[in-house]
């Protein structure tokens, strides 16, 4: 059973300060959490409908969640997982917001794919678009891996040539920017923050959560943002130069656990991925 313990996050950020304020948290419903997570590469025109503007406007607002989610069906990356995750649970709507967490977060819906279930996906998907490096592809689904983002991330992008055209960026940049990743806000000045979190780091053959650094990421371009009110302390997923949410105690301990057993699993590979992209 796929479930992470209270260690499982130790070693990311501290707790979040408590300045005796009760934080409210506001529930998003899946398909604007979806937006939250999609947008930062949509705005880098990487995946999704050529309106950004629009799903950052929508994702901010929270209103129009039918036409949100008609923006989601069309990220051809993501979209397929999520409908992987529903009907492997038995959940009629892919942007239901359990299915959308256990993707781009981690939750317990990630253990009801079976990894023949999870393998047979990729082959439709991948298998002729990656030719004969489909087989070291999906390789990494009995090595351990599991659907969430992290898994298309280092798992899928080094063999479909995603890192050697159409993204800026070294490959270790790029894989470090497209996962999901956590932090704590050092820093709020206006629309941007700082933040401290870890980085990939890469010994030539092995991707690893490197030591804690503080870099800049946006919360919100001219006043209009994804999360909600961010203060110092919080801590928060990060998706290319984006906050995309607070994450709950509970929900770093998923993001961890699922970005660290996604990189075990490509690790233990004879060829990882990442590796023949980055010593490329």
Same mark, same amino acid.
């Given at each position: 059973m796929i479930r992470p313990?209270?260690?499982?996050?130790?070693?990311?950020?501290?707790?979040?300060?408590?300045?005796?304020?009760?934080?409210?948290?506001?529930?998003?419903?899946?398909?604007v959490l979806f937006a939250r997570y999609a947008y930062p590469p949509n705005s880098l025109g990487y995946c999704g409908p050529g309106d950004p503007a629009a799903l950052l406007g929508a994702a901010s607002e929270g209103t129009d969640v039918a036409g949100l989610g008609h923006l989601a069906a069309r990220f051809e990356g993501a979209w397929p997982y999520l409908q992987l995750l529903a009907a492997c649970s038995g959940i009629g709507d892919p942007l239901d917001r359990r299915v959308v967490e256990a993707y781009w977060v981690g939750n317990d819906l990630l253990a009801r794919v079976p990894p023949s279930t999870l393998a047979s996906s990729l082959g439709e998907r991948f298998e002729q678009r990656s030719g004969r490096r489909f087989e070291s592809l999906v390789s990494a689904v009995p090595a351990g891996g599991i659907p969430q983002h992290s898994f298309h991330v280092f798992a899928v992008?080094?063999?479909?040539?995603?890192?050697?055209?159409?993204?800026?960026?070294?490959?270790?940049?790029? *894989?470090?920017?497209?996962?999901? +990743? =956590?932090? %704590?806000?050092? $820093? @709020?000045?206006?629309?941007?923050?700082?933040?401290?979190s870890r980085a990939l780091s890469f010994d030539g053959s092995r991707l690893a959560l490197g030591p804690n650094?503080?870099?800049?990421?946006?919360?919100?371009?001219?006043?209009?943002?994804?999360?909600?009110?961010?203060?110092?302390?919080?801590?928060?997923?990060?998706?290319?130069?984006w906050v995309?949410?607070? *994450?709950?105690?509970?929900?770093? +301990? =998923?993001? %961890?656990?699922? $970005? @660290?057993r996604n990189l075990d699993a490509v690790n233990s590979l004879a060829v990882p991925g990442p590796a023949a992209v980055c010593d490329a």
């Open positions: 313990t209270r260690s499982d996050a130790l070693d990311g950020p501290g707790p979040v300060v408590d300045d005796g304020v009760t934080r409210s948290e506001t529930i998003a419903p899946g398909p992008y080094p063999w479909l040539g995603l890192l050697r055209a159409g993204m800026d960026g070294p490959p270790m940049e790029v *894989l470090d920017r497209c996962r999901i +990743r =956590w932090g %704590r806000i050092e $820093t @709020v000045d206006g629309d941007l923050v700082t933040v401290t650094r503080v870099e800049q990421a946006r919360r919100s371009l001219d006043g209009i943002g994804l999360s909600d009110d961010l203060r110092p302390g919080d801590v928060v997923s990060l998706h290319w130069d995309c949410d607070r *994450l709950s105690p509970a929900a770093l +301990r =998923w993001l %961890r656990y699922c $970005t @660290v």
